[in-house]
């Protein structure tokens, strides 16, 4: 992991842990839940909000004055808007990616679920994810959640990551085993 990600990573999970733990205290997981839901629907449609975040040209106040309107706007709770307000005013909103999905795996890991992350060629149908889900929960014992991501590319088969783990049972990581033997008998 380069250096500038890893400082991000662990500015991002001392934000999240405390945001965490006093969404818990208050009761307010639900609502933290639902925020982070919020946040990531943002981050991936608005490419001006991801420009607030990420730009050095916008000052402190610019940055807060734009975060209490979004907040507002959004319908965030207080927790959750003060932890955004506390960010633009230390000039941090830039680990706000890393802190929705460190948010997002905490409460994952309250609910007692695990994410998956699967990568197919082409979308998967419902009975496809609940049959491939029920297997996952038989291996791992957790509930489990599953996030898809098609990728054409694989040309057929699954990608599946869950937690330091992966099974790679793509056509393409086949072929690419197939030629690397080939190179080696040749």
Same mark, same amino acid.
């Given at each position: 992991?380069?250096?500038?990600?890893?400082?991000?990573?662990?500015?991002?999970?001392?934000?999240?842990?405390?945001?965490?733990?006093?969404?818990?205290?208050?009761?307010?997981?639900?609502?933290?839940?639902?925020?982070? @839901?919020?946040?990531?629907?943002?981050?991936?449609?608005? @490419?001006?909000?991801?420009?607030? &975040?990420?730009?050095?040209?916008?000052?402190?106040?610019?940055?807060?004055?734009?975060?209490?309107?979004?907040?507002?706007?959004?319908?965030?709770?207080?927790?959750?808007?003060?932890?955004?307000? &506390?960010?633009?005013?230390?000039?941090?909103?830039?680990?706000?990616?890393?802190?929705?999905?460190? &948010?997002?795996?905490?409460?994952?890991?309250?609910?007692?679920?695990?994410?998956?992350?699967?990568?197919?060629?082409? %979308?998967?149908?419902?009975?496809?994810?609940?049959?491939?889900?029920?297997?996952?929960? @038989?291996?791992?014992?957790?509930?489990?959640?599953?996030?898809?991501?098609?990728?054409?590319?694989?040309?057929?088969?699954?990608?599946?990551?869950?937690?330091?783990?992966?099974?790679?049972?793509?056509?393409?990581?086949?072929?690419? %085993?197939?030629?690397?033997?080939?190179?080696?008998?040749?």
């Amino acid at each position: 992991m380069s250096e500038p990600a890893s400082i991000s990573t662990g500015i991002a999970q001392r934000y999240a842990s405390a945001v965490f733990d006093l969404s818990k205290e208050g009761k307010g997981l639900k609502a933290l839940e639902s925020d982070i @839901a919020a946040l990531e629907v943002a981050m991936d449609d608005s @490419a001006d909000f991801r420009t607030l &975040l990420t730009s050095p040209l916008y000052s402190r106040d610019e940055q807060s004055g734009a975060v209490a309107a979004i907040a507002k706007k959004m319908k965030l709770s207080p927790t959750t808007t003060n932890v955004l307000g &506390l960010l633009a005013t230390k000039r941090r909103l830039f680990v706000l990616p890393q802190l929705v999905s460190t &948010l997002r795996e905490r409460l994952a890991e309250e609910r007692g679920e695990v994410t998956a992350e699967v990568t197919s060629a082409k %979308a998967l149908t419902k009975a496809q994810t609940d049959k491939l889900a029920k297997t996952l929960k @038989a291996q791992v014992g957790k509930a489990v959640t599953i996030k898809e991501t098609v990728d054409e590319s694989i040309i057929g088969g699954l990608i599946v990551k869950v937690g330091s783990k992966m099974i790679d049972t793509s056509i393409k990581s086949k072929l690419n %085993a197939l030629q690397n033997k080939m190179k080696e008998v040749g």
